[in-house]
């Protein structure tokens, strides 16, 4: 069985930190997929990134970077600079490469960015 | 191009009622699924689909049933609604490439904040 893990719930900072939220995972496939969701508080899931399991390159994008780690399972996304319009809960989500492909999702982390 | 379309978005029902969440897509998707969200669980996946014809259960089926007739349409039923049926409810949707290389990016409707009195 699949399982993700974001034990941060609630995480708040001012404008302008760095913050680093929390994905650790649990799979028994080889191939599998990543995600980060971002859900503003209109209620709309905002995808983000996805990375594959053969694919262990952080990536950046912006004032975003992901770290990918297989060895520790975990997937950790930091936002660099942080903005009021940052604030949103964030999804980390695990997915299988075939079959159902459903996506197991984290409980969520809730940021608030004070300016 | 409209992406994922939920309605209604939002909706009240009294314990036993019955109403269906309409969700339609315009990108050619294969690949349809419902989730529902629930306070500090994250979503859990209802039912999915894979393709016109074809539908299987997810996680929590129960109370619920789905069809696919087209590809565009993936309605989501509540038979006999309860409360613990209240909830927000996504549908979401995704090419369907086969193999390894599948993209499953899953893109995801405005939700349908539903209450059962």
């Known amino acids: 069985a699949q399982k993700v893990t974001q034990a941060q719930t609630e995480i708040s900072v001012v404008e302008k930190e760095d913050v680093t939220l929390d994905c650790v995972y649990e799979?028994?496939?080889?191939?599998?997929?990543l995600f980060w969701y971002k859900q503003p508080p209109s209620g709309e899931l905002v995808f983000l990134i996805r990375?594959?399991?053969?694919?262990?390159q952080n990536e950046i994008s912006g004032r975003y970077s992901w770290n990918f780690q297989k060895s520790t399972s975990s997937f950790n996304f930091t936002i660099t600079a942080s903005q009021v319009v940052d604030s949103a809960v964030y999804f980390c989500?695990?997915?299988?490469?075939?079959?159902?492909?459903?996506?197991?999702f984290g409980s969520g982390t809730r940021l608030q960015v004070q300016p | 191009n409209a992406g994922v379309t939920q309605t209604p978005k939002f909706q009240v029902l009294k314990t036993g009622q019955s109403m269906t969440l309409q969700c339609a897509q315009d990108m050619n998707h294969e690949y349809m699924s419902w989730y529902r969200q629930d306070p500090g669980m994250g979503l859990r996946l209802i039912h999915y689909?894979?393709?016109?014809?074809?539908?299987d259960q997810g996680e929590v089926p129960n109370g619920y049933n789905v069809s696919r007739s087209t590809t565009e349409d993936f309605p989501l039923r509540l038979l006999s609604a309860a409360p613990s049926q209240t909830s927000v409810y996504f549908c979401?949707?995704?090419?369907?490439?086969?193999?390894?290389?599948?993209?499953?990016?899953?893109?995801f409707g405005a939700g349908t904040r539903l209450s059962v009195l």
């Open positions: 989500a695990l997915s299988e490469a075939t079959g159902r492909r459903a996506l197991t």
């Open positions: 689909s894979v393709g016109a014809g074809i539908t």
């Open positions: 990375r594959n399991s053969f694919d262990e």
């Open positions: 799979t028994r496939d080889t191939t599998y997929y």
């Open positions: 979401a949707s995704s090419y369907s490439i086969r193999g390894a290389l599948a993209k499953n990016i899953q893109y």
